[in-house]
Structures are given as structure tokens and as C-alpha cells.
């Protein structure tokens, strides 16, 4: 089946929502806040000023079977910026089918269209699947980073 790659609209906020329930799920999540407040998260952070994220979407047929979001930094070399891909998922239900590649190419084309010098992303060091996945992309670890990550405490809203 042909996969069509697009970027999100917010006519597609609850396929959206649907698919980043499976990637939690994926992760190891148990207990999600309600499909409301999941929704309004993913309007806030897509559809709203300032815009904190973007994504693309991909479509087989009617379901959506993957997602990359990602957002621009800047300064990478020199002045340029850079497209920071945060999450690449695929539905179980479609992976291996092309899906990721698709995903990813568009990401690549993407960037190029934004005048951005590189495109980066992290994997989990567990995730021997994603990494032999970017390696069939001819994309390897950059060995002269490390990532670091503070966790920062929110009022989150209980309803």
C-alpha cells in the first residue's frame, strides 16, 4: 500500500492522539491522563503560538500509521540551524512496510527546504531495533556527544 508522508493538520489531532497512545504504551506506560487532556497537549504544542513542535504524518490510506516530530535549533554550524528530530514512532500494525524511510526521507527533504545544515536525533541505548534501522539509512552514532537530561516539575492540570 502506498504511504502517503504530510505534515500534521489539526483535522488529524485524534489519529494523532490515538498513535502517540500506542508509542506510550510502547515506552512502557501504564496510566495516561484522559484523551482530552492528551488532546489538548498535542493542540497546544502543534497548532498554537508559539508553536513549540511540528510533525509529520504518515498515512496508509484512511490510518495513520506513523509519526516524526521534530523542531529547529539554532545555531548549528556557524549561524545555520538544524532540524532536531524528538520522536519517530510507527504503528506495530505497519512497521517494516517502509514507513520509517518514508518518514525520514521526508524529514532529510525537509531540511534541506529549511536551509538546515544537519539533522540529529537520539535513540535509547536498548533500542537495537532503531539503531539497526538508522544504520540501514547509512546513518551512524556520533560518538563525540553525550546526551543529558534535567526533569522539570509541573503543575499538571487534573482535569
Known amino acids: 500500500m502506498t504511504i502517503k508522508v504530510e505534515p500534521a493538520a489539526s483535522d488529524h489531532i485524534e489519529a494523532l492522539v490515538k498513535l502517540l497512545e500506542e508509542m506510550d504504551r510502547y515506552y512502557g506506560a501504564t496510566e495516561l491522563d484522559s484523551v482530552e487532556v ?3 497537549q498535542v493542540h497546544q504544542a502543534l497548532f498554537t503560538e508559539p508553536r513549540i513542535a511540528f510533525a509529520l504524518l504518515a498515512w496508509q490510506g484512511e490510518q495513520l500509521v506513523g509519526v516524526a516530530s521534530y523542531s529547529f535549533l539554532w545555531p548549528a554550524v556557524g549561524l545555520t540551524r538544524s532540524l532536531y528530530l524528538k520522536e519517530l514512532y510507527v504503528a506495530e500494525s505497519a512497521q ?3 514507513v520509517g524511510t518514508a518518514l525520514m526521507d521526508a524529514l532529510f527533504a525537509l531540511a534541506a527546504e529549511q536551509e538546515c545544515s544537519r539533522v540529529e536525533w537520539t535513540t535509547d541505548r536498548e533500542n537495537a531495533s532503531a539503531q539497526q534501522f538508522y544504520e540501514r539509512l547509512s546513518q ?3 560518538p563525540t556527544k553525550l546526551f543529558y537530561r534535567a526533569t ?3 503543575a499538571q492540570d487534573p482535569s
Do not use: N
Open 38 to 40: 492528551r488532546t489538548r
Open 96 to 98: 517494516r512496510q517502509g
Open 152 to 154: 522539570i516539575s509541573t
Open 140 to 142: 551512524s552514532e556520533l
